[in-house]
């Protein structure tokens, strides 16, 4: 239970979502990018999260610090011609943006 108490919550899922959707807004070239109203695609990404403890090294101290960076994210449904298909399921066939 005590684990329970000293765990903390220090992002929510709407933060890291509007992350996300800013950097897929403002980094991205438009280029490829579905027309609004019209189009849309599936969006993914992965985000670094790094906490820095405050003074006195405890987690709970109010002085820590959370940082969340977008390392990497891709978009698109296409799809992988049969003859490249595995049956391993090597090949992923994704526009990605780093």
Same mark, same amino acid.
């Given at each position: 239970m005590?684990?329970r108490?000293?765990?903390?919550?220090?992002?929510?899922a709407?933060?890291?979502a509007h992350l996300?959707?800013?950097?897929?807004s403002?980094?991205l070239p438009?280029? +490829?990018?579905?027309? $609004?109203?019209?189009?849309?695609?599936?969006?993914?990404?992965? %985000?670094?999260v790094?906490? &820095?403890?405050? +003074?006195?090294g405890? $987690?709970r101290?109010?002085?820590?610090?959370?940082?969340?960076? %977008?390392v990497?994210?891709? &978009?698109?449904t296409?799809?992988?011609?049969?003859?490249?298909?595995?049956?391993?399921?090597?090949?992923?066939?994704q526009?990605?943006?780093?």
């Amino acid at each position: 239970m005590e684990a329970r108490a000293s765990a903390q919550i220090m992002w929510t899922a709407d933060e890291i979502a509007h992350l996300c959707y800013t950097h897929y807004s403002t980094r991205l070239p438009k280029q +490829g990018k579905p027309e $609004p109203d019209r189009e849309w695609t599936l969006l993914a990404a992965v %985000v670094k999260v790094n906490s &820095t403890a405050g +003074g006195s090294g405890d $987690p709970r101290d109010k002085s820590s610090q959370v940082t969340k960076e %977008v390392v990497s994210m891709g &978009t698109g449904t296409k799809c992988i011609g049969l003859s490249k298909m595995r049956k391993s399921g090597q090949w992923a066939h994704q526009r990605q943006w780093a």
